[in-house]
């Protein structure tokens, strides 16, 4: 038997016949789109996951109601896109003893570039991200602390990293929306808005 192409509006739909035991079964693999794409069972999928990081992929089949090579083949695709990036356990730094979160915006010298100072401040541990932004500054980063004194510790450590030349801090009082992938990857499936 040969290969079957059925081609959807916007989708390729790959059949793959395969005889096993005399007995004909036919595998339909995931949708093959561009980097990025996700679909509703994607979707699916990936809120699942979110809600129960340590599902395993037989207890996923079942509860998507998808044969367990469909979840298996899903999951790696949506890894090998970058579209599901890690299993690891979210951490509260508050839960830590950090109980101050603040942005800290960095002007630096631009002689030196982004990246050597991106790696001086990836060697602080309160530095939770780092971002090259456009704007007043050429660096955001994200920082905790134990208290607002000991944030004067963790500024003074930013600010010490060669390259930096000045930096404005804002202190978080709260969080009004969390950091939050699951309705992006809603809207991304065509699933709402």
Same mark, same amino acid.
């Given at each position: 038997?040969?290969?079957?192409?059925?081609?959807?509006?916007?989708?390729?739909?790959?059949?793959?016949?395969?005889?096993?035991?005399?007995?004909?079964? +036919?595998?339909?693999?995931?949708?093959? +789109?561009?980097? =990025?794409?996700?679909?509703?069972?994607?979707a699916?999928?990936?809120?699942?996951?979110? %809600?129960?990081?340590?599902?395993?992929?037989?207890? %996923?089949?079942?509860?998507?109601?998808?044969?367990?090579?469909?979840?298996?083949?899903?999951?790696?695709?949506?890894?090998?896109? =970058?579209?599901?990036? =890690?299993?690891?356990p979210?951490?509260?730094?508050? &839960?830590?003893?950090?109980?101050?979160?603040?942005? @800290?915006?960095l002007?630096? !010298?631009?002689?030196? =570039?982004?990246?050597?100072? &991106?790696? !001086?401040? %990836?060697?602080?541990?309160?530095?939770?991200? @780092?971002?090259?932004?456009?704007?007043?500054?050429?660096?955001?980063?994200?920082?905790v602390?134990? +208290?607002?004194?000991?944030?004067?510790?963790?500024?003074?450590?930013?600010?010490?990293?060669?390259?930096v030349?000045?930096?404005?801090?804002?202190?978080?009082?709260?969080?009004?929306?969390?950091? !939050? @992938?699951?309705?992006?990857?809603?809207? %991304?499936?065509?699933?709402?808005?």
């Open positions: 038997m040969g290969l079957q192409c059925v081609q959807p509006t916007e989708n390729l739909l790959v059949i793959l016949p395969i005889n096993i035991e005399r007995v004909m079964v +036919s595998l339909y693999s995931m949708t093959i +789109s561009g980097r =990025g794409s996700v679909d509703s069972l994607d699916a999928l990936i809120e699942l996951l979110a %809600a129960e990081p340590r599902v395993g992929v037989l207890e %996923a089949s079942k509860r998507l109601r998808v044969a367990r090579g469909t979840v298996q083949a899903r999951l790696e695709r949506l890894q090998e896109f =970058g579209v599901v990036t =890690g299993y690891g979210e951490v509260d730094p508050a &839960a830590l003893g950090y109980e101050v979160t603040a942005f @800290v915006t002007e630096i !010298r631009q002689a030196g =570039g982004h990246d050597p100072v &991106a790696e !001086r401040l %990836a060697a602080i541990p309160e530095v939770l991200e @780092v971002h090259t932004i456009t704007g007043a500054g050429d660096m955001l980063c994200r920082v602390a134990r +208290s607002n004194s000991d944030l004067q510790r963790v500024i003074d450590a930013i600010v010490s990293a060669e390259g030349v000045r930096s404005a801090t804002l202190i978080s009082l709260a969080t009004q929306v969390p950091y !939050r @992938v699951l309705p992006l990857v809603r809207v %991304a499936a065509g699933r709402g808005r």
